[in-house]
């Protein structure tokens, strides 16, 4: 399984694998990395970075910071006929609060790569987008909602020092990601739909805390429920995004068991949870095409488990 992960069978899409961890019954099985990466090597984990965001609104939302069921800060909807004032919290981590936001690569000129290469305020970008539909009624993959959120706590905290702390408070350093970081944009907001960094193992470390149902050995880090709320399916994602997360209820990935949830990332970042098997599974690389298919790969690492 390691030597096709990091084969290179085709040269007009090639994988550029740079690290695969595999953690079976709490044990890592399986682990390889590129010639210049090792297992101290931080990697970007793009989109995957929205999943340590679900973790930490769901230990804000512990600590009564926030609430699932009302709004965000969002300084730009004071308006009192602004019905973007009425976006909810659980609608913004289920990528249903109706913005319209083109979350497409490749073009310059789309609102993704825009917030992310080009605004000094990830969220002040997306808070200028207009109303596509109702909130709750469209389900549309977006960045923008993740750094809405992002700032959110931001505001919600109303203290830079903490809120920069938190992340390495509340999560990293119980779970021990002692190589993680969080970047913000040049606003000071951490920029929580994509810009977090740690090791292949660390990735592994946080995929078992959505194992173990947020519990980390004898302490529990997120709330009861929350990692059943970050695996429920949204309505119109047909089976395929809950919160913050990507399912395989709908069967997306045909050959992997339907209880599968997973964080994907840009140019093929995966920390992929299988509970019917107890596994974690980690892929990072730097894949510009289609030359890593994630059935594939996971269905080729349960085959050799």
Do not use: C
């Amino acid at each position: 399984m390691l030597d096709e992960a990091f084969r290179e069978p085709d040269p007009q899409n090639p994988r550029r694998t740079r690290a695969v961890v595999v953690v079976h019954n709490g044990w890592v099985v399986a682990e390889r990395y590129a010639p210049g990466v090792s297992p101290a090597t931080p990697l970007i984990g793009w989109s995957v970075t929205k999943a340590l965001t679900h973790a930490l609104v769901g230990i804000a939302v512990k600590e009564k910071l926030l609430q699932l069921d009302k709004p965000v800060q969002v300084p730009e909807w004071t308006l009192p006929e602004d019905p973007r004032r009425a976006i909810t919290l659980d609608q913004l981590l289920r990528m249903s609060s109706g913005l319209a936001f083109t979350e497409v690569y490749g073009d310059f000129e789309t609102d993704v790569v825009k917030m992310l290469l080009h605004s000094e305020d990830a969220a002040a970008y997306a808070a200028g987008k207009p109303l596509e539909a109702e909130p709750g009624t469209l389900w549309h993959y977006s960045s923008g909602d993740s750094n809405l959120i992002s700032r959110g706590l931001r505001l919600a905290l109303s203290d830079d020092a903490a809120y920069w702390r938190f992340p390495y408070e509340h999560l990293f350093q119980p779970l021990g990601m002692h190589s993680a970081v969080f970047e913000t944009d040049p606003s000071g907001t951490f920029v929580g739909s994509s810009l977090a960094y740690a090791t292949a193992r660390d990735w592994a470390r946080f995929g078992l805390l959505y194992l173990h149902d947020g519990v980390w050995g004898d302490r529990r880090l997120l709330p009861h429920g929350w990692v059943k709320q970050a695996i429920t399916p949204t309505p119109g994602s047909e089976g395929n995004y809950g919160a913050h997360w990507w399912l395989n209820q709908g069967g997306r990935f045909p050959d992997l068991p339907r209880d599968t949830f997973y964080a994907r990332g840009f140019s093929g970042q995966l920390m992929m949870i299988v509970p019917s098997r107890n596994v974690v599974i980690v892929r990072l690389g730097q894949t510009p095409g289609k030359g890593f298919n994630p059935n594939t790969f996971a269905r080729r690492v349960l085959k050799a488990l």
